[in-house]
């Protein structure tokens, strides 16, 4: 775990370094601002299961209680589809299976009802997906 670190840590600094361009190229302070958020899902495949999926608790709990509005303004926002992603590629991880099998499902009978709602369709009635013209 060590190692993979100390790689991703080196490439992220050889990235920085040619970017930056002994300073000839794209300013520092641009460069760290934009690299946050790299470095923070680069941290994520290296949590657990379980962290991941409290982590991504979190976030539901804030999404919901702003209505789903960032507020971070330009900094790309760390949301759950990200979180999501890494555990899907965990194949072989029955808690990450589940999980994701989980909220794909909910995520599904929340767009549903997203749609009832803005197109004023009974709770019986749904749109039927497929190709115009």
């Known amino acids: 775990m060590l190692g993979i670190l100390n790689t991703q ?6 990235l920085f370094d040619f970017f930056e ?3 000839e190229g794209l300013q520092r302070e641009f460069l760290e601002k934009s690299s946050s958020f790299i470095r923070a899902v680069i941290s994520l495949y290296q949590q ?3 962290s991941l999926i409290q982590t991504y608790e979190r976030i539901e709990a804030q999404l919901q209680a702003t209505e789903g509005i960032s507020k971070d303004g330009d900094e790309q926002a760390l949301e759950e589809r990200h979180i999501l992603i890494i555990l899907k590629a965990r194949k072989k991880d029955k808690n990450a ?3 994701v099998r989980a ?4 995520t599904a009978k929340h ?3 997203i749609l009832q709602n803005y197109f004023k369709l009974s709770q019986t009635e749904e749109l039927i997906e ?3 013209g």
Request: proline share 4%; charged share 35%.
């Open 9 to 14: 840590l080196f490439l992220y600094q050889l």
């Open 48 to 50: 657990p299961t379980s």
């Open 130 to 132: 497929g190709e115009v």
């Open 21 to 23: 361009g002994s300073g």
């Open 103 to 106: 909220k794909k499902k909910a």
């Open 97 to 99: 299976k589940e999980f």
């Open 111 to 113: 767009r549903k009802r």
